[in-house]
């Protein structure tokens, strides 16, 4: 079984400011991670993903997560906001076998203040 | 890319009535489904798998005779709430997994809200 912690339930940052979200993950097998990105009343749309490889990947809306798996995490950057990226952010963790279930994070509410 | 189709977005019914949210994946067969629930200012619990010709897989505590999955073809997958009363109101996401591309980022339905007066 996995979980995902993500201590932050609410981030305020100004425009153009570099964000952070934290992402803890907890797994005895291997895994793949995922960043989800939700709009209000909205499905969720997939940011970015890991699954192999280069441990830093990026989205094509300038944020980037990196993976470190000595200390199980996959923060989400972005070196400077937009009001528009304002939204809920889950963090996600999936195993790399059978049905690959997803178990998501309590998420992360992102406001951007102009 | 991949589309997932949910509807109705939203729907408004009385308790004790049934309600019948639809899945559909667009342009890919999707042989696995999952259903989730969220609830306000929380995160999305996994209530049953579904996949295509076969029962669906609930998780704990979820009622499988209250939430009904049917997942009768490679592009639709259904939940039926039955009887529902108002603390089943929440927000109904699916999502779909292509099973012939190697896509791990399933794919998700823009939700449901179901409101029960």
């Known amino acids: 079984a996995q979980s995902v912690t993500q201590l932050d339930s609410q981030v305020p940052v100004f425009e153009e400011a570099p964000v952070e979200l934290r992402c803890n993950y907890s797994?005895?097998?291997?895994?793949?991670l995922f960043w989800y990105v939700q709009y209000p009343n909205q499905g969720l749309q997939l940011l970015l993903k890991?699954?192999?490889?280069?441990?830093l990947v990026e989205s094509i809306n300038g944020f980037e997560a990196e993976f470190n798996k000595s200390q199980t995490s996959f923060h989400l950057r972005k070196p400077s906001v937009h009001i528009s990226d304002t939204a809920e952010y889950f963090c996600?963790?999936?195993?790399?076998?059978?049905?690959?279930?997803?178990?998501f994070g309590t998420g992360t509410k992102l406001q951007v203040i102009p | 890319g991949a589309v997932v189709s949910q509807h109705p977005s939203r729907v408004i019914c009385k308790s004790g009535t049934s309600v019948k949210i639809e899945c559909r994946s667009l342009?890919?067969?999707?042989?696995?489904m999952f259903w989730y629930r969220q609830f306000p200012k929380k995160s999305l619990m996994l209530m049953a798998t579904?996949?295509?010709?076969?029962?669906?897989?609930?998780e704990q505590g979820v009622e499988k005779d209250k939430f009904l999955i049917n997942h009768a073809s490679l592009t639709l997958s259904t939940l039926t709430v039955t009887s529902a009363h108002p603390e089943d109101s929440s927000f109904y996401i699916c999502?779909?997994?292509?099973?012939?591309?190697?896509?791990?980022?399933?794919?998700f339905g823009s939700g449901t809200r179901l409101t029960v007066v």
């Open positions: 999502s779909a997994r292509d099973g012939t591309a190697f896509n791990y980022g399933y794919t």
């Open positions: 797994s005895s097998v291997s895994v793949y």
């Open positions: 890991y699954l192999s490889g280069s441990t």
């Open positions: 996600a963790v999936s195993d790399t076998g059978g049905y690959q279930k997803v178990t």
């Open positions: 342009d890919f067969q999707a042989t696995t």
């Open positions: 579904s996949n295509e010709g076969s029962k669906a897989t609930y």
